[in-house]
């Protein structure tokens, strides 16, 4: 079955310090790739996406991520994170098929608190 | 741009009572909006695909009887929980579609009592 898995449940980390949460897909056919964050309170938003070209997208607020095809990855990344980016963050794939199209899969997200 | 809402925000009915939760895009038109249920401290579950002029799509296990969709208009889906159960308490996010990218709303919070 495809599934999404999202390495870490729960991170927290001090101001300035890097951020990276990793995501792993296991469809091996052709992949657009999502990374959603939800604030405290607030619906998700996208943050960036990957349909194709480039493996590194840049989105909103700093953060960017690396679609690596071997590895099946799609890690999220910021070099330096802010308190206000506390919040939760998913991961979601859609496998790119005739009678799929638009469908995510999520995974079961990073909840990170950033510490003053 | 791209701004999805979702009326009512919260709701808290008694068992056995149906409820119905819209869904719209405000600023765009989908053809093909999504409902999610999110679970405490979960991801988020789809439940369906609805198709503006047709038939929604079910996920495995969820009942179409009682979770019904209507998208009657590139605006606007509904999705409406009929004999409300308390197991049918939860958070009912939709999405709408624009060029493969959804677009979330702030989600409903349902209570069946």
Request: hydrophobic fraction near 35%.
């Amino acid at each position: 079955a495809q599934s999404v898995s999202q390495h870490n449940h729960h991170v927290i980390l001090s101001e300035a310090a890097s951020l990276e949460l990793g995501c792993n897909y296991s469809y091996g056919g052709t992949v657009n790739l999502f990374w959603y964050v939800q604030y405290p309170g607030q619906h998700l938003q996208l943050l960036l996406k990957y349909f194709s070209g480039d493996p590194l997208v840049k989105g909103i607020k700093g953060f960017e991520a690396e679609f690596i095809k071997s590895k099946f990855s799609f890690n999220l990344r910021k070099p330096s994170v802010q308190w206000s980016d506390t919040a939760e963050y998913f991961c979601a794939v859609n496998v790119v098929t005739t009678d799929s199209w638009g469908k995510l899969q999520f995974g079961a997200g990073t909840q990170v608190v950033v510490t003053p | 741009g791209a701004v999805v809402s979702q009326h009512p925000s919260w709701v808290i009915c008694k068992s056995g009572t149906s409820v119905k939760i819209e869904c719209r895009s405000l600023d765009f038109q989908a053809t093909t909006m999504f409902w999610y249920r999110q679970f405490p401290k979960q991801s988020l579950m789809l439940m369906a695909t609805s198709n503006e002029g047709s038939k929604a799509t079910y996920e495995q296990g969820v009942e179409k009887d009682k979770f019904l969709i209507n998208h009657a208009s590139l605006t606007l889906s509904t999705l409406t929980v009929t004999s409300a159960h308390p197991e049918d308490s939860s958070f009912y996010i939709c999405s709408a579609a624009l060029k493969e990218t959804q677009y979330f709303g702030p989600g409903t919070r349902l209570l069946v009592l």
